[in-house]
């Protein structure tokens, strides 16, 4: 394994890692504030792609789809945390069962509006080319998603650490109770991150459907990675999610390219070490 | 209801299955097997979930290692064929159960969503097992399984097969009942009450749960060597995530802490996949729909529809008997 | 107590209702009924393939009115969502419930190994249209006596691909290829003929079935190989090359007929131009059937027909030419089986018999991705642009069948990786 090998497979593993980021920040953020296990997240991802391709069909502008798509499943989750979601109260394994129903029923009606084909999201020229230093190759869409998670991330820890909005949120994770006896609508907060979650899935998917794909069954595919990067990191937590995302995103490319037979125990069994031994996650609270 | 009414109609019903599923119909005798089948799967489940409050997101894993076992001693060492297939259930059972009680040493001290997420990594893991591990479990392709097995009778006759199900659904049936009304039983609901008074009472409620999560995985080790039978084929896609999904909402469809709600959870489920899923293209939808609407209205599941219309039955009359009060005369 | 029993008797007859209803089923083999079941994946990652098959098979169903030499045939379609177990399911459906009489499709190797054990248990025929698994009619041919594959071998058109790619000079090759049965078998295929004509397999990547991202793969490949052989599927043929293209690798590629085919190649980019792939179908196949049978279907359903959409409308074909001999009478399985193993057609791909192992003994065509018009259509488009043609390929190519036999079916570890770097 020359150098070439491990600069490129680690900026391989950053890049997936950044996609992750925009995939499991959202699933984290929901599970700390509302501790519900949203098994209809993957699906947000889907639809933020299948949207994205309606845009570009109609506008011809990439550009234009990523905040309609995002706003869109945005909007999505927040009428499923509205209507459906809330009247259930706290509880954790009917809301998981709600979820799962929810993402059947996405997964039929986007079987039913865009068909069963394998469609794809072709960006700007300028993302598909390759930018080339020392000799190697570093493909410019990779890039761009690093750059897009490290905008995102850096606009959401500043939205919790800085801002009233984020302090409410913060303060709902670590205690809803305390949180509402010192007057915090918690119910609000909960409404306001649900749909920021979704926002950021579909945003994900946007941005994945260049580079995964968009077709029926990557809702249920990317699922269980993204559960991965959220019980490794901590639920709840945006540091948690970043560095989960990163640990994931490089422990699955390696993963794959030195040990192709147990790559998927690579990623699971580090999950289950983690559940067993400090279950919050790396950087998760209680 | 009182319980003799409710174990008459039980038994009713049982025996109306019994006597007409072979009359019914090549294609209805296999999906009342798969039926079959998977009711024990749900039922184990409840035994965690309606009984000690543990939701698992991964018992289709027990499922998977009792049917991959029943496979490769079949296919490789054409061993279970004969008379040997009642040691392959034994060594189903046993499996499952070591399995559990493997997981359930990650699993069990954590609680509520946690527990979810442990049991769906768990879960995972055999799954990921199954389909990278070509030379064992034959990957993707699964394994084909060589004709069933005949002792005196022949298990390749469809409704014989059935009839074999149809007993070991009504012992783990039978036997599941008796553990939960027996003094464990009643502890395990104990602890998903309240788990805290029970430990101040004494009771080592890890361990309980600890048993109880191994049984659940002994009785889906059964099921496991059955599907293998049943389909002749085990393949990863039977342990995907979705398997335990469906097996947590049959259970949540029937009414957790019933058993039987399990097993009629479990023929509703099966139904819509196997039959609905050949007549409209749009099953998913009521998949879905099923899945939503009994979530939101029916939380005690569909066993909790006669209490609930005697409920308001009672207080209707209770309306109307103070009404008659009021206007009778004095 | 009498409201126990007749609660008792209530449940009886629920019940008896409900069986009744569900086993009505429709008269069994009324003698001009043609019951086709069809088995594809309709929803899931491999749909649109699905769909193919689907149309490929009711093109020529329509074609004829739905009327083989007298029979009527009634198609029904069930959905295998591309899940082995799923298959198994339906297809006892199809038996069971509608009573056909044959059915046909599946699409993956490991559908078409689960569901060939399913007719030998229900005796049924099974025609394999589309599933490649080679054993099906080579090492465990006897074990399924309904089955007849229309269809191919994953190695049939390897072998002589193997072949040419050592006759064009390509000394050291890189092969990567999805991690599955199929996977093996096409790449199996093409390293003991390759390897055979003096070249060397140097390395071999597998990354799993259903893999988008490769950024794990490609940075493995070996930079002085000379060429590389690639075999993807569904999703995979479509993101590959273009992650191939991004990493900067500018080797030729070869590949495998899914690559490249038809149902993934209109939604690809320049990045596969020049791109060599072998298969016993092209749509710019250049015959007057093939353009007369490509104009049809991309009229009809708004695409250009991949192999899958001919591999089904070809066996729907050969089962009417069955029928023709029978002159519409269902002359029950075994005698179905003698029959249809006997049929010789000219077809869009070319011309086609059955061997004696009950698989087809077709042309397979090295096809290069053109930008160009074809078929008279007035657009520069991507096409599988023939360059040459082996006539009369079987699955045992040049090999004696008893010497193949012999050896171990192609799989990850077979051929072994004797020049492996």
């Not at chain 1, 390759?130 to 490290?150: E, K, Q, T």
């Not at chain 2, 097995?149 to 059935?162: C, N």
């Not at chain 3, 479509?238 to 007929?257: E, M, T």
């Not at chain 3, 000219?346 to 018009?373: A, F, L, Q």
Request: proline letters at 5%; glycine letters at 12%; aromatic letters at 12%.
């Amino acid at each position: 394994m020359d150098t070439n090998f491990w600069v490129i497979q680690a900026f391989n593993g950053v890049s997936y890692g950044a996609l992750l980021f925009l995939l499991a920040s959202g699933l984290s953020l929901i599970f700390g504030v509302m501790r519900i296990v949203n098994l209809a997240h993957g699906s947000f991802f889907l639809l933020g792609g299948y949207v994205a391709l309606t845009v570009i069909w109609t506008t011809g502008s990439w550009l234009l789809a990523l905040p309609v798509a995002a706003l869109v499943v945005a909007a999505v989750g927040l009428l499923m945390e509205r209507v459906f979601l809330r009247p259930l109260g706290f509880d954790p394994l009917r809301q998981v069962l709600l979820s799962v129903g929810f993402a059947y029923l996405f997964q039929q009606a986007a079987l039913d509006i865009w068909g069963g084909d394998n469609l794809d999201i072709i960006p700007p020229a300028m993302l598909r080319e390759s930018a080339v230093v020392d000799g190697f190759y570093f493909p410019m869409y990779r890039i761009f998603m690093i750059g897009m998670a490290l905008v995102i991330g850096l606009i959401l820890w500043l939205t919790m650490e800085k801002t009233r909005v984020g302090a409410m949120v913060r303060a709902t994770v670590d205690d809803a109770e305390m949180a509402r006896g010192v007057g915090i609508d918690t119910s609000r907060v909960s409404m306001f991150i649900f749909a920021l979650g979704a926002f950021l899935a579909g945003l994900g998917g946007v941005v994945g459907g260049a580079f995964l794909g968009v077709y029926p069954g990557l809702d249920f595919a990317i699922l269980p990675i993204a559960f991965a990067v959220v019980i490794i990191g901590g639920m709840g937590s945006l540091g948690g999610a970043a560095v989960g995302s990163l640990l994931v995103g490089l422990a699955d490319n390696f993963g794959k390219a030195l040990f192709p037979e147990i790559s998927y125990f690579t990623l699971y069994a580090p999950m289950v070490l983690i559940l067993a031994l400090k279950p919050t996650g790396l950087f998760g609270r209680e | 209801m009182d319980s003799r009414r409710k174990l008459v109609i039980v038994i009713a019903a049982m025996l109306a299955v019994l006597v007409a599923t072979p009359y019914s119909g090549s294609y209805v005798i296999v999906l009342v097997t798969h039926a079959l089948i998977f009711a024990i799967l749900a039922m184990s489940l409840d035994i965690l979930l309606g009984y000690t409050g543990l939701p698992s997101l991964g018992q289709a894993a027990y499922l998977g290692v009792g049917a991959y076992l029943t496979a490769i001693l079949a296919s490789r060492f054409q061993f279970g064929l004969d008379w040997t297939f009642w040691l392959v259930v034994v060594l189903g059972i046993l499996i499952g159960a070591a399995t559990a009680a493997l997981f359930g040493l990650f699993a069990v001290h954590a609680g509520g969503v946690y527990f979810l997420m442990i049991t769906l990594a768990l879960g995972m893991c055999v799954w990921g097992l199954a389909y990278r591990w070509n030379s064992l479990t034959g990957g993707d392709n699964g394994i084909v399984l060589p004709p069933r097995p005949a002792f005196g009778i022949d298990l390749a006759d469809d409704v014989t097969f059935f009839y074999l199900v149809f007993g070991f659904f009504a012992v783990s049936l039978v036997m599941m009942a008796i553990l939960a009304r027996s003094p464990f039983g009643r502890s395990l609901v104990g602890i998903r009450e309240n788990e805290p008074r029970m430990r101040i009472l004494g009771y080592n409620t890890w361990l309980h749960k600890y048993v109880a999560f191994i049984i659940a995985g002994g009785f889906g080790g059964l099921a496991g060597v059955l599907w293998a039978h049943a389909h002749g084929l085990v393949s990863p896609e039977d342990v995907v995530l979705a398997t335990s999904v469906d097996a947590l909402l049959m259970v949540v469809l029937g009414g957790p802490g019933t058993l039987v709600g399990g097993a009629i959870g479990a023929g509703i489920v099966v139904f819509l996949r196997e039959y609905l899923s050949t007549l409209v293209p749009w099953w998913q939808y009521v998949l879905g729909g099923v899945y939503v609407l009994t979530i939101l209205y029916l939380p005690g599941g569909l066993m909790s529809i006669p209490e609930r219309i005697r409920g308001s039955r009672a207080l209707s009359r209770r309306a109307r008997e103070t009404r008659n009060m009021q206007t009778s005369p004095p | 107590m009498s409201s126990t029993i007749l609660r008792r008797l209530n449940w009886g007859l629920i019940a008896g209702i409900v069986a009744a209803g569900l086993s009505v089923s429709p008269i069994a083999g009324a003698a001009q009924e043609l019951r086709i079941g069809f088995i594809a994946p309709l929803t899931g990652p491999f749909s649109q393939v699905g769909k193919d098959m689907v149309n490929g098979f009711q093109m020529y169903l329509d074609e004829v009115g739905g009327d083989f030499a007298g029979a009527k045939v009634k198609f029904i379609v069930e959905d295998e969502e591309a899940k082995p177990p799923v298959a198994v399911r339906k297809a006892e459906k199809l038996i069971r419930q509608d009573k056909v009489q044959l059915f046909a499709g599946g699409l993956l190797a490991s559908t078409g190994y689960a569901l060939a054990p399913v007719s030998t248990r229900l005796k049924t025929v099974y025609v394999v249209s589309t599933p490649a698994a080679d054993d099906l009619t080579q090492r465990d041919a006897s074990k399924y006596p309904y089955i007849v594959r229309t269809g191919w071998t994953s190695s049939q058109p390897s072998h002589p691909f193997g072949e040419w790619a050592c006759q064009q000079g390509y000394k050291r090759i890189v092969a990567i290829g999805a991690d599955f049965a199929f996977g093996h078998e096409v790449v199996g295929g093409f390293q003991k003929a390759y390897e055979g004509c003096g070249g060397r397999i140097i390395q071999k990547i597998w990354p799993p079935l259903g893999t988008i991202d490769f950024g794990p793969y490609i940075p493995t490949i070996k930079k002085d190989a000379d060429a590389i052989f690639t075999l993807m599927a569904g999703p995979m043929s479509l993101q590959f090359p273009k992650q191939l293209a991004s990493a900067g690798i500018r080797l030729p590629v070869l590949g495998g007929g899914t690559s490249y085919d038809e149902f993934v190649l209109p939604s690809m980019g320049d990045e596969v131009i020049g791109h060599i792939s072998a298969l016993q179908y092209s749509a710019a196949l250049d015959t007057p059937k093939n353009a007369a049978f490509v104009k049809k279907y991309r009229e009809k359903y708004g695409k250009v027909p991949s192999y899958y959409s001919e591999g089904n409308y070809t066996a729907a074909q050969m089962i009417h030419e069955v029928m023709k001999k029978t002159k519409g009478k269902w002359p029950g399985t075994e005698q179905f089986v003698k029959l249809l193993s006997s049929v010789q057609l000219e077809t869009p791909r070319g011309p086609v018999r059955i061997d004696e192992m009950k698989n087809p003994v077709h042309n397979v065509y090295i096809r290069i991705v053109r930008k160009k018009r074809e078929h008279g259509y007035d657009k520069d488009e991507l096409w599988n642009s023939v360059v040459r043609t082996y006539p009369d390929v079987g699955q045992f190519w040049k090999y004696p069948k008893e010497e193949f036999l012999k050896q171990p079916v192609y799989s990850r570890d077979y051929p072994p990786c004797k020049y492996c770097e």
